[in-house]
């Protein structure tokens, strides 16, 4: 049994299955706590998975061959990044066609796809905040404006200062704007 997770990972891994599951296809459902076992040694339980309904639904079998797994996801923890990193290999090895891990120490989104020889022949960084597109068929872009916490979320951007008014040669002062009744016309 796994250890309970903080709800901010919940969090995430709900806003993740609402965004991608309309865009599977119908056979292939998102699953959470589901063994995928990787051809040499280890297996591994993503937070997120894409798996075909026909194999999720067995009474008796438990863990899966990755190969069969369409997407995996992991969500870290500030504790747990390192060894959400280190699994690439593995997922890169069942073959696993895209990878995601939503890093919320370095608050971003790393996307592996193109499994081939144990490692991940493509590979894309997005900041939270900025929408990140995972290569399935059809591609699923997510936006992940609700990433933030919204005590750790960036400010705005300040409103770009107004320019200095413009000063008279001649006089030193600032001229008044046109057309205000402070501003004399000079007569021809």
């Not at 709900?14 to 699953?31: I, M, N, T």
Request: net charge neutral; charged share 25%.
């Amino acid at each position: 049994m796994s250890l309970p997770q903080p709800g901010r990972h919940a969090y995430l891994v709900g806003l993740l299955r609402d965004a991608v599951s309309p865009s599977l296809p119908a056979e292939y459902g998102l699953f959470e706590s589901v063994t995928l076992e990787e051809p040499e040694v280890d297996r591994y339980v993503p937070d997120l998975a894409a798996w075909p309904l026909e194999l999720i639904r067995s009474d008796t079998q438990w863990a899966f061959p990755g190969e069969r797994c369409l997407l995996a996801v992991e969500v870290t923890l500030s504790t747990q990044a390192r060894r959400e990193y280190a699994k690439t290999a593995g997922y890169a090895r069942a073959q696993v066609p895209v990878y995601l891990v939503v890093d919320n120490t370095e608050r971003l989104c790393v996307v592996y796809w193109e499994p081939d020889s144990g490692r991940y022949r493509s590979r894309r960084e997005v900041p939270f905040g900025k929408p990140v597109t995972l290569p399935l068929d059809p591609p699923v872009t997510l936006d992940t404006s609700e990433f933030w916490d919204s005590s750790e979320r960036p400010p705005a951007p300040a409103p770009a200062p107004a320019p200095a008014p413009a000063v008279s040669r001649r006089s030193g002062r600032t001229p008044a704007p046109a057309g205000s009744p402070g501003r004399r016309r000079r007569r021809p």
